[in-house]
Structures are given as C-alpha cells and as structure tokens.
C-alpha cells in the first residue's frame, strides 16, 4: 500500500519538503518527510534525490509504480490505457545560472519551439514567427464551437500568466502533463518533453521564467466527450539522466526525441501512430495555415533519400527545398535557429531511420492512401501492405 515516489532534483539537494496532505479526486495522498540516508537503500545511492513517500489510497503498489521513458518512441501516444495519474507537488526552485539561462532560451527557441503554441504568431510572415514582443503569451490555437484549444500565457505575468505559479508546477506540466491548477493537459506535448533530461528542464523553467512579462488574458480549453476520455498524465518518479550524446547520431536522436518530428511525421489511424510507418509523413495537419500533410522524411526514394546535409540544412535554415516553399505547419522558422552541429546530427539520425515507401506530395491535391488510410497528394500512388491486407 506504501508507494515510494521519487522526485528528482538535480541542484536542489538541499531543499527540504514538508509533511503535506492534500486531497486529489476525493481521495487523501499523505507526504513524508524526507528521507535521511541511511534509511532505504534508494536514498543511500541517491544523494541528490529528495524522496517524497506518500501513501495512495488506492490498490497494491504494483499500480503506482514507476515507468521509464525511452527515448522517442511515446511520442504523444494517447489511449495508453494507463490512466490519470499525478503526484502531488513539491518547493523545489531551480538556481537561475547564466549557463542554464543561455541553454534554456536555446531549448525553448529552437528545437523545442514553445512559442510555436504558446504566442501570437505572425501568420502573414514566411515561417509565422512569434512576434517578439509576445512570446510566452499564449494563444488560442483552435476555436471551434465545443472545441477550444488554448496554449496558456506561461509568462510571468502576474495577473494573466504564470507570474505566481512554483517552479515545480512548471516541471509537473512539462513532463508530466498536469496544469498549474491540477488539470490534466490536452495538446501540450509532455509526452515528448518528457525525454527532456533533468537539467535541460531545469534550463528550460529558468528561461521561461526569466522572460519579459506579457499581457494576454486567454479563455479557457474546451474539449470534447473523446478528448476527454484520451486524457492520461503520467507522473515522473525517477531523474530523466543526460543522454548519450557522444556521436552525431546518438546527438540527433536525443533532439529529435524533445522536437516532436516523430509526432507530426508518423501517420496516425484511432489517434495511435501506426507501426512500419514511422516519420513516413501523410499525418494531416489543420491549422491556420489551412491543411497540409507531413512529408515522408525517411531515407527512401519517396522520402528524403536526395537530401545531403547541406540541403538538409538549408532547408531547415530557409524553410524552401529549393524552388518549393515548406507550409509554417513545419515549424522551420524555430528550427531554423538550432546551430550548425545539432541540425548536423539530427540529419544523421534522421539517415539511421528504416526507409518507409509512402509517396506523400504537397503540390498534388489530396487522394486516399490504402497504405496509412487519410487523404494526402499522391495518396492514389501508395498500395496497401501485404499484412494489412488479409
Ligand atoms: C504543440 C503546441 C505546444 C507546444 C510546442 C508547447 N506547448 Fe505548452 N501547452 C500547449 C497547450 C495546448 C497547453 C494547454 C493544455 C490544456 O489546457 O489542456 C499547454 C500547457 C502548458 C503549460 C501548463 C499551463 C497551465 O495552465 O498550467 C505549461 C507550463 C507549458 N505548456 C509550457 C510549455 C513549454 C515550456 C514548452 C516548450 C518546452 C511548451 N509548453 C510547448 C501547447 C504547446
Ligand atoms: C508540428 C508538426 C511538425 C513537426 C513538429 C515537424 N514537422 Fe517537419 N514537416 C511538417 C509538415 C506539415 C511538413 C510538410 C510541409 C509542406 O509540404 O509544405 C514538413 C516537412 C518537413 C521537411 C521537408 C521535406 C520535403 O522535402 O518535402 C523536412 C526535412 C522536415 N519536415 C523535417 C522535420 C524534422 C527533422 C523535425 C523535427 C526536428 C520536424 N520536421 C518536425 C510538420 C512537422
């Protein structure tokens, strides 16, 4: 019945929680207080973590246990079956250094594009940049009648953003999916971030925070019946360590797992990616940019194969192939400013990934695709697979 939950803090060891009892859906979760070493074995081999204890009232500890994160393959996976899960939260602050400063506001511009959603863009500029003066804002991104999707004003407004809330509400929200007020969240991609390791978060939330204040009050997130049923934060119980970042390749794989690629490129069908046709493109992507398909960015002939690095990065830099200007659906005018030697590895991995045929063409209008079952240009061209076909 005892569940040990632990929580990690990478330059805060010397925070100390309190005994808290808070009350979640009815039911009671009780804090402890932190462990002394000595007492477990978790906490002898782990310094630097804070072990939070608390008792769950519900079943055997088999279902409160911990799950770890490999790295990009749960991109935004939804209908996991696992469930709504939190933690509750803890005082943990992060040091604002100068060196988590420059490496968050690099993270958060660039390969992790949060003000893609969470600002108002410029939609009539190439790449629909952020407007400077708005980052962090918010914005509505859908409104639809029954259905409104909101990226919050995360900036550290006092009255109309996040100016008030801890910084271990912005870690739970990150990766863990639950809003500053607890709500389980729709459309942020905390699946992703979750690969993030524990100091890139913490460079991210100093960042975040250290930017100019903005003013934008929002409307709350309408979902829908279906939305609703797909939600299912997952609590973090264990310290996301520094990837592998010794070669190109192993470099490309971590970025590519924090940017969501997997997420926009990989066709979807019941809103679950479908196997074999990873980063195969031919997902429809509605915005206000109209709909566009994501392309096939695999290293098959009707994928990128024809790419070298060079036009690889100026794809990415320029948001053309060549003559052929990319839809700001791709996020290219935030890519655009990952430097040389990250765009260098992830075209690297990107070249590991196994070719997928799967002809997807923006210029065509859009026909049925037997292979990955939506409407995307050439869709005509693609056959059904072998062992899809019975
Ligand atoms: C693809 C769009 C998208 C991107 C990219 C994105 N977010 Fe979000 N984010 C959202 C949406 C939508 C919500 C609100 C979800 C809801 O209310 O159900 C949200 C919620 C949040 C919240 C919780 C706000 C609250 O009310 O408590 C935080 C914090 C946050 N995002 C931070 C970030 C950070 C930091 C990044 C970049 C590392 C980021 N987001 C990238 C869409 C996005
Ligand atoms: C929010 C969704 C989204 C994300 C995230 C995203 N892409 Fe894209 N990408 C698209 C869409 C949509 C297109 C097609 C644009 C068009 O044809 O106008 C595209 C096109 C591309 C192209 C151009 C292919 C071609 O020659 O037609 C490349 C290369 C690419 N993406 C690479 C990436 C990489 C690498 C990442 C991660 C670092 C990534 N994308 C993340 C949506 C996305």
């Given at each position: 019945m005892k569940a040990k939950w632990i929580i990690e803090s990478p330059a805060e060891n010397d925070q100390v929680p309190v005994t808290r009892r808070l009350t979640i859906k009815g039911l009671i979760w009780i804090t402890h207080e932190r462990e002394t070493d000595g007492q477990s074995h978790i906490s002898r081999i782990a310094k630097y973590l804070i072990a939070v204890g608390f008792v769950i009232a519900l079943g055997s500890s088999a279902g409160c246990g911990h799950r770890t994160t490999t790295l990009a393959d749960e991109s935004n996976a939804s209908l996991s079956g696992e469930g709504f899960r939190m933690r509750p939260l803890t005082d943990r602050t992060f040091e604002r250094t100068p060196i988590r400063l420059e490496r968050g506001r690099y993270l958060v511009e660039g390969v992790l594009h949060c003000f893609y959603c969470h600002a108002q863009r410029d939609?009539?500029?190439?790449?629909?940049?952020?407007?400077a003066d708005r980052k962090g804002g918010g914005c509505i991104l859908i409104d639809e009648p029954g259905h409104r999707r909101v990226a919050p004003?995360?900036?550290?407004?006092?009255e109309t953003g996040a100016g008030t809330w801890t910084d271990d509400m912005f870690a739970r929200a990150i990766r863990?999916?639950?809003?500053?007020?607890?709500r389980a969240l729709f459309g942020m991609p905390w699946r992703t971030f979750r690969n993030l390791p524990d100091e890139d978060l913490a460079s991210v939330i100093s960042y975040i925070r250290s930017i100019p204040p903005v003013s934008n009050a929002l409307p709350k997130r309408i979902l829908n019946e279906e939305e609703e049923k797909r939600l299912d934060p997952q609590p973090l119980t264990e310290p996301v360590p520094q990837p592998d970042l010794s070669t190109p390749v192993k470099r490309g794989q971590y970025l590519v797992s924090v940017a969501d690629c997997r997420f926009c490129h990989t066709p979807r069908q019941n809103n679950r990616p479908i196997p074999g046709l990873e980063f195969s493109g031919g997902f429809a992507l509605k915005s206000r940019l109209g709909e566009v398909a994501s392309a096939?960015?695999?290293?098959?002939p009707s994928g990128i194969s024809y790419y070298d690095e060079a036009l690889f990065l100026e794809v990415i830099r320029t948001g053309k192939v060549k003559a052929r200007e990319l839809n700001a659906t791709m996020p290219w005018g935030f890519f655009r400013n990952i430097a040389d030697e990250d765009l260098k590895s992830i075209f690297a991995y990107l070249q590991t990934l196994k070719p997928v045929s799967h002809r997807v063409d923006n210029t065509e209008p859009p026909t049925g695709c037997k292979l990955c079952g939506q409407r995307h240009?050439?869709?005509?061209?693609n056959e059904q697979r072998a062992e899809d076909n019975p």
């Open positions: 939609w009539d500029a190439r790449g629909a940049p952020a407007i004003n995360i900036s550290p407004d006092m863990e999916g639950i809003g500053h007020d607890g096939n960015i695999t290293p098959d240009g050439f869709g005509d061209r």
